[in-house]
């Protein structure tokens, strides 16, 4: 699975990379495993998907709002190591969702940025271990914050 | 310590093991180390255990729920592995607690996890690096969601 | 830059190394990869800085509440490594704020713990990925839980 000729495929836009906010970075290298910062929701405009999800807004506006932060992840990724190629795998997403009290479908809501990696690398490389959970608040009041370790080469 | 043995010892029955749901994996395994998703407590009839701890179901049930949970991370490694003779050492564990505001004891919660694997593999290995916190909701309202790292040998 | 050193030159005082409670140990050390567990805001005395950041105590209290809470890492790399010259990097923190459902500004709070490490290994090595978030719950009422990997020499 060619990640790049994928992104083409799906006609897929990166957003514009996000950059190193003061006192973190979106991604740190170590040996094979690059880690990746809590992503969010940014949209090509550089406003936030926000609100939460159950009450605020609904299940299908998180799920877009996981596939932003996904494609934001992408952007990380190829501007950190300079082309997709260079992911191996997917190994693990955290997955953060704003969510209200009574909302159980936190998966479903992950799913999109699962998804969205599933698409461009593929059936076994782009899916690895996964949680998902409700926040109580999230920074900018964003939908959700989707944090992740890919493995290189 | 004789993991296997341990298990037979404890009189513990492991339950079926989680099956991949899609877009996740249940177990991801880079060099030593062995990733787990965010698993669930799972009884050996396919439920769920529910509720959150602290006012809709109290902390021993949280408890049971992080013990049920860890028996299922078991079963995904030995299901993985073939044996728990592979596993060297538990590197770490990230216990969410599905839980009221006020509620403050949610180490004592994850100690039903925790125990279970210094039973299994030792008061050494079986322990490692661990945090405990309280989620707004989680998925299918399960009480705890616990994630893990595993080193293999 | 000499951790030891700028320890010194910030007047930074080192709170007692955090012991292992039963089930969990403060540091596992998987080759160059320093794993903490969730850290808490313990002050000198013993005493644990609480509350709800948002209602309860406000974003400054928070921001305090990391800063002591990445002195406490501080102190367990140092108790369990001997020196903070072992200390090569960084490479993720995740800041997991206890925090009221309007609260936004959770990355200002965990700064207090990112801005300390920034201080004591400089502003690459000393900063890494991020996520922060907010909990509904965090155990004994903490205001912050912080958990980290580094990378040693």
Same mark, same amino acid.
């Given at each position: 699975?060619?990640?790049? +000729?994928?992104?083409?495929?799906?006609?897929?836009?990166?957003?514009?990379?996000?950059?190193? +906010?003061?006192?973190? *970075?979106?991604?740190?290298?170590?040996?094979?495993?690059?880690?990746?910062? #809590?992503?969010?929701?940014?949209?090509?405009?550089?406003?936030?998907?926000?609100? !939460?999800?159950?009450?605020?807004?609904?299940?299908?506006?998180?799920?877009?709002?996981? !596939?932003?932060?996904?494609?934001?992840?992408?952007?990380?990724? *190829?501007?950190?190591?300079?082309?997709?190629?260079? =992911?191996?795998?997917?190994?693990?997403?955290?997955?953060?969702?704003?969510? +209200?009290?009574?909302?159980?479908?936190?998966?479903?809501? $992950?799913?999109?940025?699962?998804?969205?990696?599933?698409? =461009?690398?593929?059936?076994? !490389?782009?899916? #690895?271990?996964?949680?998902?959970?409700?926040?109580?608040?999230?920074?900018? *009041? $964003?939908?959700?914050? $989707?944090? +992740?370790?890919?493995?290189?080469?």
């Amino acid at each position: 699975m060619d990640a790049e +000729a994928q992104l083409s495929e799906l006609n897929l836009v990166l957003p514009p990379a996000p950059q190193p +906010a003061g006192f973190y *970075k979106p991604i740190v290298v170590i040996d094979q495993a690059a880690y990746l910062s #809590g992503h969010m929701p940014i949209l090509p405009d550089g406003t936030m998907m926000t609100g !939460r999800v159950g009450d605020e807004v609904d299940q299908q506006h998180g799920y877009q709002a996981a !596939r932003q932060t996904g494609l934001n992840m992408l952007s990380t990724l *190829k501007n950190h190591l300079g082309s997709l190629h260079r =992911v191996d795998r997917v190994v693990k997403i955290s997955g953060m969702v704003f969510a +209200a009290p009574d909302f159980d479908q936190h998966p479903a809501v $992950i799913n999109g940025c699962s998804e969205l990696f599933a698409q =461009v690398f593929g059936p076994d !490389r782009g899916v #690895g271990v996964r949680s998902a959970a409700g926040m109580v608040s999230l920074p900018a *009041k $964003i939908s959700v914050e $989707i944090e +992740a370790v890919f493995e290189i080469k």
